[in-house]
Each structure stands twice: as structure tokens, then as C-alpha cells.
């Protein structure tokens, strides 16, 4: 008994103490480094509490009348965890559930994928976007060799109008936008990485979109990671942009992206209801631990006057980040009564 008693209270808190840090970083909002990386995985605290929760009741239900030693931490125990859980069920909530908003005219499609350094499949991501109809191509880390290889396939056919710059092999910092209509005149956001906003022009003639594709350091320097998504927010705003794409080395738990989602834009994903989407890493964070996606960094954001209607991630060999399809449209001026 003793053994198991052990056993238990060992399971307890190797489920309980990982999901407790992650849900002060996430309601606190700590702004140390190791912080901000830890809370890029709050939604991971939701199944160990469910875990723990779980434990917690078989052991109420088979401990005698009068519990002794350990068994009189279960009750305050189990109380923690239903609030653990119930936070954490808060902030995914609207993910899967809340009213999608009426949208009026054709509906936008962004593909949106990270190449990394150029050695992911472009050639996936290509013939994707030409099975798709999709409209508009956001690319992260295009090498020169990676932009070449796309263009002897066809990419300069399919989407004959692009802004940004390629870059040479071993360097992370090409973006580019790649579209079926025109493109205005491009304004480069100064991020450490290549950003830009543009007018993507309307095939049907209405108001063009308009887009900033961004790639944000990574939190691997906060301080870098700082600076570029106060110039993302900073961008956004000043040009009134209509969609926010690209690898955002940011979830919707961290402040600059719900600083974006204070002052208006909303996440694709979850306006459309599309659940948790983890995009980052799809090769694994190590070749000898082959994880799944964990962390949803890459993302397509709405201004107000747009809706996220449809979001699913892609595979794409090579890389280590999923690619993001969504779809989008205009929302309606008079939605229907409910």
C-alpha cells in the first residue's frame, strides 16, 4: 500500500507541477525569457490536468471514511486542478466554440509556410496552392537556390505578381509574397527578418487587401523578439492592414499577439472554430525525438471588416513548421438577427 501510495502521489506530481508553471506564466504574464518560452506551451497544461484530475478521482473514490496522512490532500489537491483546468479550458475555448460572424463576397485564400532556410518542400507547398485556388503565397526563409527551383516549376506561371527578397542559402531572413492579381507598391516593416505590407489587388475590382506578411525573431533573444513585434503592432496599425500572415514565433498565450488581438485583429483559426493548430516542430525538436507539433506559432490574423472562415495546417517535408491555409472574407455590413 505504502508502494502505491507512492507511486500515486509521484504521478500527481509530475503531472500537476509542469501545467502549474505553465498556467502562472500564462496568467501572470512574466516577461523573462525563460517565461516567454515556457508559455508558448500553456495549451499542453490542459491534458495534464485532465491526467491529474483523473487520478484525483479514483483515489477519492476508493480512500476509506477517514483518510490518514496523504489522504488529506486530496480534496485541496483536486480543487487546484479543477481550477488549473478550468483556466485553461477558458483560454482555449474560443477556438472551438463562439459565433462565426456573417461575411458577404468572394472569400481570400493565404497560404502561409516557413520554408526553413530554404530546404523545406516548395514544390509541396506549390502544387498545394495551384490544387487550392489559393490567392495569396506568404513565405518565410526562401533561399535564392529554393525561389529558382520554384519558378522552373511553374510558380512565376501561377502567381506572376511577388514582392520581398530571396536570400542566400543558410539565411532565414527571406520573405516574400507571392500572388495571382497585382500588387501596390511594397512598404518593408523593419523586423530583423523581412516584412512587408502590400495592396494585393481585388480580381473581382472591389477595395484591395491589405496584407502584412511578418516573421518576427524568435524568442530565442526576447529582446529582439520585443523590439520586432512592437514594429509588427506598430505597422498593423499605422496602415490599417486588412490580414497579418506569416511565422509569428508567437501563440495566441503571449502579449504581443494578444496585444494585436486588443486592438482589433482576431486569429483565423479561431474564428472559424478551426480548434488547437500547432505548427511548430514538424520535424521534431530533435532527429532522436521525433515530437509532434506543439506550439501554433504560424498564424493569418483578421482586421476588423474581415472573418477567418476556414483553417487547416499542412504537412510539408523539409521543414520544421507546419504551412497554415485559411480562408477568409469580408464580414457582412448587416449580419442577420439571431
Do not use: C, K
Amino acid at each position: 500500500m505504502r508502494v502505491r501510495g507512492m507511486l500515486f502521489w509521484g504521478a500527481l506530481v509530475l503531472l500537476v507541477l509542469p501545467a502549474a508553471a505553465l498556467t502562472l506564466v500564462r496568467l501572470l504574464g512574466l516577461g523573462s525569457a525563460p517565461a516567454v518560452r515556457l508559455v508558448s506551451f500553456a495549451p499542453l497544461a490542459l491534458p495534464s490536468y485532465a491526467a491529474a484530475l483523473v487520478l484525483l478521482a479514483v483515489a477519492l473514490l476508493r480512500r476509506p471514511a477517514r483518510g490518514a496522512g496523504g489522504g488529506r490532500l486530496l480534496v485541496p489537491v483536486t480543487v487546484a486542478v479543477l481550477v488549473g483546468l478550468g483556466l485553461h479550458a477558458w483560454w482555449l475555448a474560443p477556438l472551438v466554440t463562439g459565433e462565426r460572424p456573417a461575411t458577404e463576397g468572394r472569400t481570400w485564400s493565404v497560404l502561409t509556410s516557413n520554408l526553413l532556410a530554404g530546404q523545406g518542400d516548395g514544390l509541396t507547398v506549390l502544387r498545394t496552392a495551384v490544387a487550392e485556388d489559393v490567392d495569396v503565397l506568404v513565405l518565410q526563409e526562401v533561399t535564392l537556390d529554393a525561389l529558382a527551383t520554384l519558378d522552373r516549376a511553374g510558380l512565376a506561371e501561377a502567381y506572376p505578381h511577388r514582392i520581398g527578397e530571396a536570400v542566400p542559402e543558410g539565411r532565414t531572413d527571406g520573405t516574400m509574397v507571392l500572388s495571382r492579381t497585382p500588387l501596390g507598391e511594397p512598404v518593408r516593416v523593419a523586423t530583423d527578418m523581412q516584412s512587408w505590407a502590400v495592396d494585393v489587388a481585388d480580381p473581382d475590382g472591389g477595395d484591395p487587401v491589405r496584407l502584412l506578411a511578418v516573421h518576427p525573431a524568435a524568442p530565442t533573444d526576447v529582446g529582439a523578439w520585443r523590439r520586432d513585434h512592437a514594429v509588427v503592432l506598430a505597422a498593423a496599425r499605422e496602415l490599417d492592414v486588412d490580414l497579418v500572415a506569416g511565422d509569428l514565433n508567437a501563440t495566441l498565450d503571449h502579449a504581443p499577439v494578444q496585444a494585436l488581438v486588443d486592438r482589433g485583429w482576431r486569429d483565423a483559426t479561431e474564428e472559424a472554430n478551426g480548434g488547437w493548430q500547432p505548427t511548430w516542430p514538424s520535424n521534431g525538436l530533435f532527429e532522436s525525438l521525433p515530437l509532434p507539433p506543439l506550439v501554433q506559432i504560424d498564424h493569418v490574423l483578421t482586421g476588423p471588416g474581415w472573418v477567418g472562415t476556414s483553417s487547416r495546417p499542412l504537412r510539408v517535408e523539409g521543414t520544421d513548421h507546419l504551412a497554415l491555409l485559411v480562408e477568409v472574407a469580408r464580414a457582412a455590413d448587416d449580419p442577420p438577427a439571431p
